[in-house]
């Protein structure tokens, strides 16, 4: 039977929800963007009337002030965000139970088993975007198409508050083909660039591309590209794919380079803490923990280890993220970037004491300092280098 | 140098001491077998350093003299040479030795013998002088516990303790398991020992030593231990540091005991790991009047296992992770098991029945 995949891409996500927030800018130029001067000042996202003028996601802000000098600034707000985010799945899921968040601004639906409610494809999406638009206050594209793949792309052809029908992988390919590889789901800056040593240039390029060149090249993942290509497509839509977290992480740009290895500690058991508390409000337990720096010349640095058992402990995270840190990096280089990330994550159905009791008081104390935070403020328990220079927690 | 001897002699001395190899050491050196002459002795030597294992064979001299030969090559020659007596003559001008077996010759470039490290110096005096076959028995007992990452280096080994009665102990934890294993030693000891030996060099010793009444002597320096049995003399160094105690952590009461055959259990945990997810590993037991019981379920299937056992306190229910518990009970020799629990989240301690020199512990993982 021929499947009824939708997916609804909120345009300019974060912008189009400040804008929710405040009606009046509605049609205006608004830019959601990091603070210059803690160093975190690039351009997350846009409003239709500010990308009309150059803004692009990813610019220095003050790129985009030159361009947009009357643009309305926003902090990012993520609570809010989330809370929009929500409110969308939430408006989706009164149509199809079938319904999978695929990130905070997409989602997919199923409509195969549900049209005969709602009316064929364009009508069911029509009302689905004048809901959300009605409900949520923000403005999405439709993508329909017979599998999760042409919906996506489908989605992308018609921007902003678009709706695009594209019933059978011929109107894919009619559609599709012309368009540059790039826009195909799955193909970056990389693959573009080596797809153009075989002058592939288009998606039909790709498409019509021999498999098994692609197959000898890149393994699964060519086959898989050569499949996008021709919108082949068999993945179902499963509601809770990302119900289930597989990391937590915690990363934070400093407001300055930071030398030694010291201060590098500081801000590493600052994010532990910060992940094994979310570890812990999840009930999620890890295994992996992974360490990531960014020098002043923002050179990336990645490296994880594993512990004998899962835990939920920022002094075991923290010791772990220490022993990368003093066997892989280099002291003398200034850091710019620190990330701490828990991997390899299981709900927490048991926890393994140890025979000194450690792990068991930790946990205990991790705990009371979690029931205070939920009571009185995240700042309410701190560590006590909180306090010291190289701390991302003090208030300054 | 120069000497002849049969190919078994020289198989067997180079299969013994390989072990001790440096597999990827920066010192090229490091991956040689050493050979030296003296009197009708030879004497193979490897080492990294860290560990070493030094091995003497009987043979004809004709010439004193040594040669570093790259491990990989000599014992694989010496496993594959013909059966029969064997000339080895070095030749110090390019350090190569020449091989003649029959009318047949190999030759094999070395490194200069005198880059090899020198061996330590074994103390005059030996410490300890215990059985073979109880040392090998003590072994098995305890390494299961030690740790296997260098966490905290100290658990990476064994605390091996002679206390002024005579009693030799050794005691192993990774901090999840424990386990204590003691021999009341025949010939009283010279003094009182208080080392961390590496688990690494008791797992080689391990395979080395046999289940037989010949002693083995042990010799201990401020940072070194030596073990020596007949021909092989074993080196490691020890590992600095203070081993936790303990005694401390032993549950003074217990509110459970419980007696059971300890194949029962293994046959039941064996088949309870078939459904344990791999990533968790922690099942359920519950004691219970005259039996156990272990339950489980995951999305694979469930279980539910019943075995006789006598029961004296209270029933409690308690969660273990399977391959912990399975290791405890492997190293079990007696048939029946005593395992005592004092709560959910303290401490079992699992005692051969009928045997006071041993006993491990198993910290429960709490639901």
């Known amino acids: 039977m021929q499947r009824v995949i939708l997916l609804a891409d909120m345009n300019s996500f974060f912008a ?128 329909i198409g017979p599998n999760k793949l042409i919906a996506k792309m489908a989605a992308g052809l018609r921007k902003p508050d678009g709706l695009t029908v594209l019933e059978s992988v011929e109107e894919f390919k009619r559609a599709c083909w012309p368009l540059p590889v790039r826009q195909l789901f799955g193909i970056g800056p990389r693959y573009e660039k080596h797809l153009r040593y075989y002058n592939v240039r288009t998606i039909g390029d790709l498409a019509r591309f021999p498999l098994s060149i692609l197959r000898k090249r890149w393994g699964k993942n060519g086959e898989m590209l050569w499949l996008c290509a021709n919108g082949i497509d068999y993945s179902p839509v499963v509601p809770g794919s990302l119900d289930v977290a597989k990391s937590i992480g915690q990363q934070k740009t400093l407001p300055w380079d930071l030398y030694g290895f010291a201060g590098i500690k500081v801000v590493v058991l600052e994010l532990s803490e910060a992940v094994a508390r979310r570890a812990r409000r999840g009930k999620y337990v890890g295994r992996t923990v992974v360490l990531t720096l960014r020098d ?22 923290y010791r772990t993220a220490c022993r990368i840190l003093y066997k892989y990096w280099d002291e003398s280089r200034p850091v710019r970037l620190v990330g701490v990330t828990l991997g390899s994550l299981v709900k927490r159905e048991h926890f393994q004491c140890d025979i000194f009791g450690q792990r068991m008081r930790l946990s205990r104390l991790a705990r009371a300092c979690d029931a205070v935070r939920d009571r009185f403020g995240e700042r309410a328990v701190m560590r006590g280098v909180s306090l010291t220079e190289a701390s991302i927690n003090r208030e300054r | 140098m120069r000497f002849s001897a049969q190919r078994d002699v ?122 073979q076959s109880t040392f090998k028995d003590m072994l098995k007992k305890v390494l299961f516990a030690v740790a296997s990452d260098e966490h905290r280096p100290v658990f990476t080994g064994v605390h091996m303790q002679v206390n002024e009665a005579g009693t030799l102990t050794l005691v192993a934890t990774d901090t999840r398991k424990l386990a204590v294993c003691e021999a009341k030693l025949e010939l009283p000891a010279d003094r009182v020992i208080n080392v961390i030996v590496p688990g690494k060099t008791l797992n080689e010793l391990y395979k080395l030593i046999e289940a037989v009444e010949a002693e083995i002597e042990i010799y201990i ?86 075995i006789t056992a006598e029961l004296s306190g209270e029933p409690i229910d308690v969660g273990f992770n399977v391959r912990f518990f399975l290791e405890l009970l492997r190293s079990m020799d007696s048939e029946e098991v005593i395992i005592q629990l004092s709560g959910r989240d303290s401490p079992a301690m699992f005692k051969p029945a009928g045997d006071d020199s041993y006993f491990s512990i198993l910290v429960p993982a709490i639901a």
Request: glycine content about 4%; aromatic content about 10%.
């Open chain 2, 221 to 306: 320096t401020e940072n070194q231990v030596f073990f020596v049995i007949n021909n092989i003399c074993i080196m490691s160094r020890l590992i600095a540091g203070k081993f936790p105690d303990y005694k401390i952590v032993l549950p003074s009461r217990y509110v459970c005991e419980i007696k059971a055959a300890v194949n029962d259990l293994i046959e039941a945990a064996e088949r309870v790991s078939l459904l344990v997810d791999p990533k968790r590993n922690v099942f359920n037991i519950h004691f219970q009047n005259n039996s156990l019981i272990f339950y489980f379920f995951t999305g694979t299937g469930r279980i539910r296992e019943e």
């Open chain 2, 10 to 131: 020289l198989n067997t001395a180079a299969q013994i001491t390989q072990r001790a190899v440096a597999q990827r050491s920066p010192m090229p050196v490091l991956s040689c077998l050493l050979f030296e002459t003296s009197g009708n002795t030879l004497t193979v030597t490897a080492t990294d350093l860290q560990f070493g294992i030094r091995c003497t064979v009987p043979v004809n001299t004709m010439e004193e003299g040594a040669a570093a030969l790259p491990y990989r090559h000599v014992s694989s020659l010496f496993s594959r040479l013909p059966e029969m007596e064997i000339d080895v003559r070095s030749d110090p001008s390019d350090n190569t030795i020449i091989f003649t077996y029959g009318e047949s010759e190999l030759v094999l470039n070395g490194y200069p013998a005198e880059e090899f490290p020198n061996f330590p110096v074994l103390p005059q005096h030996a410490v300890l002088k215990i059985k």
């Open chain 1, 296 to 317: 002043a010349q923002l050179r990336f640095f990645a490296r994880s280890q594993s512990m004998a058992e899962y835990t939920d402990l920022a002094d075991e995270i």
């Open chain 1, 16 to 143: 189009s929800c400040h804008q929710a927030v405040h009606p009046e800018l509605q049609g205006k130029e608004v830019i959601v963007a990091g603070d210059p001067r803690k160093r975190t000042g690039i351009v997350l996202a846009a409003s239709y009337p500010a990308k009309a003028k150059g803004v692009k996601t990813g610019m220095p802000v003050r790129e985009a002030r030159q361009l947009c000098p009357d643009a309305r600034f926003f902090s990012p707000d993520y609570p809010l965000y989330i809370d929009f985010s929500t409110k969308v799945l939430r408006v989706m899921r009164d149509f199809t139970d079938l319904v999978e968040p695929f990130s905070i601004d997409e989602a997919f639906a199923d409509f195969t088993g549900v049209l005969h409610l709602w009316g064929p494809p364009a009508v069911a999406a029509r009302r689905l975007k004048e809901r959300i638009r009605a409900e949520v206050g923000v403005p999405c594209s439709v993508g």
